[in-house]
């Protein structure tokens, strides 16, 4: 992604050259995005193990707080930012997109780690949902499992850096007929309904991963079980080592 | 104790019920004996089998398998695991509530991932996966959604929900109504 839309027209030399001299040049956008993305508050809400990755940020260590990042608000109204930090399964599925839903404009989302991008480890579960992207509209996808501190930090960076770039004469959420809110999924019998929300997701037109191994990777076809009643097997003995061949000996003749 | 010992106490105890080892633990050749078996254990002065630390499940695509693990919270060395088997159609298991109350939700969870039917539990309904949810996804052949495509009930539900839909994903789930309910070729069945 570029983010070079909102460069001022003034030399940045120059600029640090009057700023010394007590003059400082700005614009409106400038500053408004200055004070927008240096407050971010991100949602108190957490699904799984990258959870704890983000609870690490936030602590005295890694600190999330230098980048203004650290209040984290534990209802979706006082958030502008929601981490969906671990495992979206489909039985949660519904409070997440409701919860976004709930969130006041300017709104932004990461998802961190494997699950929430895509499913990760899980993807071939029949409980998991394969990326919170196909209910809800992304902005940074951070990757790992979990990712690292840093590596959030830098996602939060990345997301600052798209707010810089952001003109606020131009934002949707300033401008009329903004629709926001997203279709929420129902359970239904297998999984939910819809799958998927295509005004927000559509599939992929190469899909390598089912050219592979089949789309979902299927179970239900396992037609092998273990047999309880025969006897452990014994582990085999590991097969004796060929003799080291020196090499100014004659070549081994073949043995049968 | 060794597995034989213990097998050979329980017998003795209880005349009548048949155990047969299998690897490292005890199979209750029928399972209406399991209540009885534990409530033995539980109660035995040597073993002293007191706690129910798991209950799960196997298939084993022929007959369905439970698995008890029991655990003496007083020798603290002891562990001994329980099977019954069952039929996979009617998997009527006793449900142990009564003896261990902490078999509650273990078997509520065997229940929702396997299908074991526990008589006597309480309150036997599903735990780990919503109401309405159909089938056990734990069992060998249960057959998972696809969930790249969307199926006829997703496109109802999405114009129903003002969710504007592509004219491809609306043929795409014309063809799989009529072509039967998966796509999925006959040649993909191969699974290790
Ligand atoms: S991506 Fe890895 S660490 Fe994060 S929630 Fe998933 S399994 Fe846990």
């Known amino acids: 992604m570029a983010f070079s839309k909102n460069k001022s027209q003034v030399d940045d030399g120059l600029k640090s050259e009057l700023a010394k001299k007590g003059i400082v040049i700005t614009t409106l956008n400038e500053l408004y995005n200055w004070g927008r993305r240096s407050s971010i508050w991100p949602m108190q809400f957490g699904l799984a193990c990258c959870a704890i990755e983000m609870i690490a940020t936030a602590c005295a260590r890694y600190d999330i707080a230098r980048f203004g990042a650290e209040l984290f608000r534990a209802s979706p109204r006082q958030a502008d930012l929601i981490i969906i930090?671990?495992?979206?399964?489909?039985?949660?599925?519904?409070?997440?997109?409701?919860l976004y839903n709930q969130m006041a404009e300017?709104?932004?989302?990461?998802?961190?780690?494997?699950?929430?991008?895509?499913?990760?480890?899980?993807?071939?579960?029949?409980?998991?949902?394969?990326?919170?992207d196909r209910f809800i509209p992304v902005d940074v996808h951070l990757p790992g499992c979990p990712p690292r501190p840093e590596a959030l930090l830098y996602?939060?960076?990345?997301?600052?850096?798209?707010?810089?770039?952001?003109?606020?004469?131009?934002?949707?959420?300033?401008q009329k007929g903004l629709k926001r809110e997203y279709a929420i999924p129902d359970l239904g019998p297998k999984g939910l309904i819809p799958k998927f929300n295509p005004e927000v997701w559509q599939p992929r037109e190469e899909d390598h991963r089912k050219e592979k191994y089949g789309s979902p990777m299927v179970i239900g076809k396992k037609t092998k079980a273990p047999d309880l009643d025969a006897p452990p097997k014994q582990p085999k003995a590991p097969a004796p080592k060929p003799p080291k061949r020196s090499d100014d000996s004659a070549p081994p003749s073949k043995e049968a | 104790m060794t597995l034989d010992e213990v097998k050979r106490h329980i017998e003795k105890h209880l005349p009548g019920v048949a155990l047969k080892p299998v690897r490292e633990?005890?199979?209750?050749?029928?399972?209406?004996?399991?209540?009885?078996?534990?409530?033995?254990?539980?109660?035995?002065?040597?073993?002293?089998?007191?706690?129910?630390?798991?209950?799960?499940?196997?298939?084993?695509?022929?007959?369905?398998?439970?698995?008890?693990?029991?655990?003496?919270m007083e020798n603290k060395t002891y562990s001994l695991q329980l099977r019954v088997r069952v039929d996979r159609e009617?998997?009527?298991?006793?449900s142990l509530v009564p003896i261990f109350r902490g078999a509650e939700f273990q078997e509520r969870e065997a229940y929702d991932m396997y299908g074991f039917q526990f008589d006597g539990h309480p309150d036997l309904r599903r735990i780990l996966m919503w109401d309405g949810?159909?089938?056990?996804?734990m069992r060998k052949d249960y057959k998972q959604e696809?969930?790249?495509?969307?199926?006829?009930?997703?496109?109802?539900?999405?114009?129903?929900?003002?969710?504007?839909?592509?004219?491809?994903?609306?043929?795409?789930?014309?063809?799989?109504?009529?072509?039967?309910?998966?796509e999925q070729p006959e040649s993909e069945q191969t699974e290790g």
């Open chain 2, 90 to 94: 009617n998997p009527h298991v006793p």
């Open chain 2, 133 to 137: 949810y159909v089938g056990y996804p």
């Open chain 1, 155 to 174: 996602g939060l960076q990345t997301l600052q850096k798209k707010i810089d770039s952001q003109d606020f004469r131009k934002a949707p959420w300033y």
């Open chain 2, 25 to 72: 633990s005890l199979l209750v050749e029928n399972p209406l004996d399991l209540p009885r078996v534990v409530e033995f254990l539980k109660a035995d002065g040597v073993l002293q089998l007191n706690y129910l630390s798991s209950v799960t499940g196997v298939d084993y695509l022929t007959f369905l398998e439970c698995v008890y693990h029991l655990y003496s």
């Open chain 1, 106 to 132: 300017p709104k932004y989302c990461i998802t961190m780690g494997a699950c929430s991008i895509s499913g990760g480890p899980f993807i071939d579960g029949y409980n998991t949902l394969r990326g919170i």
């Open chain 1, 85 to 98: 930090a671990g495992t979206v399964t489909k039985k949660m599925t519904p409070q997440v997109v409701r």
């Open chain 2, 146 to 182: 696809d969930s790249e495509v969307l199926d006829r009930d997703d496109i109802e539900w999405l114009q129903k929900h003002g969710v504007s839909v592509a004219e491809e994903h609306i043929k795409m789930a014309e063809s799989l109504q009529t072509g039967g309910e998966s």
